[in-house]
């Protein structure tokens, strides 16, 4: 197995991090793997539990319910990218998506479809182990696949709650934790489908008495109200998410709630082993804080790769929660004070 350095860029989402993603893809001693845990959430693949090649490969090629939900429609998150190639063999509404197919192989290439088989025949010929073997053995595959990089980086959005599950599975594991200020985050949250469902769901528990939101299932939609009723169903209108009003104080908690619990984690992992950089420093000296990236992933500053990458970073996101109304603007300020505070405490 070939031996490379791993890293991980975890974030709270909508911090600037699909942006990096395709900057670091730009490396060509980089292998950039983009939202990975996103795209395959299941707690058992970075559990200890040993798991077979074809056992493995099942994680990584069953259609994940939610995710073809949103696709067949129409509330497509724009890191979804698999349903916008011209030719394509899966298909939300029939075949199902296959996991690693909606985002992660369409990052690496532009024929997921052959990349996926070339995958199935590798993966499901391997024997049983722990799942983090099998993940140094998958980055390794793609790894040679792409030109063997010396470096791997998984980025994925909503990823730094699980740091702790990361390190435990990868103690030899980097991280950079990306960040942007909070109510720059949480009004982006705002515009974001997937995120408009996250307080939807837990809207749609409270009102079934449940605990979490992973309890509901289509039977409960007899107990919600008819606006929301549908979002259980197999067909929905997207606008039942967005045009629910949702008040911008809900996102900035949501922010900071988030922000607390993965820096409690990030504390935890080894202060050599781990990092942060601000967003907004980044658009705003991107050749310093690049070099200092790549440096840190143990790869070269190359001056081709700094010159590319600064063309993808748009410093038009920043502080535009200012330019909201001041009765908006105070009470997400408010929602965002504990995790800002929390922020400035560990950076």
């Known amino acids: 197995m070939v031996n490379q350095n791993l890293t991980f860029v975890v974030g709270t989402g909508r911090c600037g991090s699909t942006a990096l993603s395709r900057v670091i893809n730009l490396h060509p001693d980089v292998l950039s793997i983009n939202e990975l845990f996103a795209s395959i959430p299941d707690s058992e693949v970075l559990?200890?539990?040993?798991l077979s090649g074809p056992e493995f490969w099942g994680y990584l090629s069953r259609p994940h319910a939610l995710t073809n939900n949103l696709i067949k429609n129409g509330a497509i998150p724009p890191e979804f990218l698999y349903h916008r190639l011209p030719k394509r063999r899966f298909d939300a509404r029939t075949t199902g998506i296959p996991a690693i197919s909606v985002m992660?192989?369409?990052?690496?290439?532009?024929?997921p479809d052959a990349l996926f088989d070339e995958l199935e025949s590798e993966v499901t010929s391997w024997p049983t182990r722990c799942p983090a073997d099998h993940w140094r053995a998958f980055f390794a595959t793609l790894g040679a696949r792409f030109g063997n990089p010396g470096a791997v980086v998984e980025r994925t959005g909503l990823s730094i709650g699980r740091v702790a599950e990361m390190h435990r599975a990868f103690p030899e594991a980097r991280f950079v934790h990306l960040y942007r200020e909070g109510p720059d985050c949480a009004f982006s949250m705002s515009r974001h489908v997937s995120f408009r469902m996250l307080p939807l769901a837990k809207e749609m528990a409270d009102h079934c008495g449940l605990e979490s939101p992973y309890q509901l299932t289509p039977e409960h939609a007899a107990q919600l109200p008819p606006d929301l009723a549908p979002l259980l169903g197999d067909e929905w209108d997207p606008?039942?998410?967005?045009?629910?009003?949702?008040?911008?104080?809900?996102?900035?908690?949501?922010w900071s709630g988030v922000m607390i619990d993965g820096l409690e984690q990030?504390?935890?992992?080894?202060?050599?082993?781990?990092?942060s950089m601000s967003y907004d420093t980044l658009v705003e000296e991107p050749e310093k804080e690049l070099i200092r990236l790549a440096e840190f992933i143990g790869v070269e500053p190359l001056p081709t790769w700094l010159d590319a990458s600064v063309a993808h970073l748009d410093g038009g996101r920043r502080g535009a929660a200012r330019t909201l109304p001041e009765a908006e603007l105070a009470p997400l300020i408010e929602a965002c004070g504990p995790g800002m505070q929390a922020l400035a405490t560990h950076s």
Request: hydrophobic letters at 50%.
């Open 47 to 50: 559990a200890e539990a040993p």
């Open 104 to 111: 992660v192989l369409p990052h690496l290439t532009d024929d």
């Open 239 to 254: 606008a039942l998410v967005w045009d629910r009003p949702i008040p911008l104080a809900v996102f900035g908690g949501l």
């Open 266 to 275: 990030l504390a935890t992992v080894p202060a050599s082993q781990r990092t």
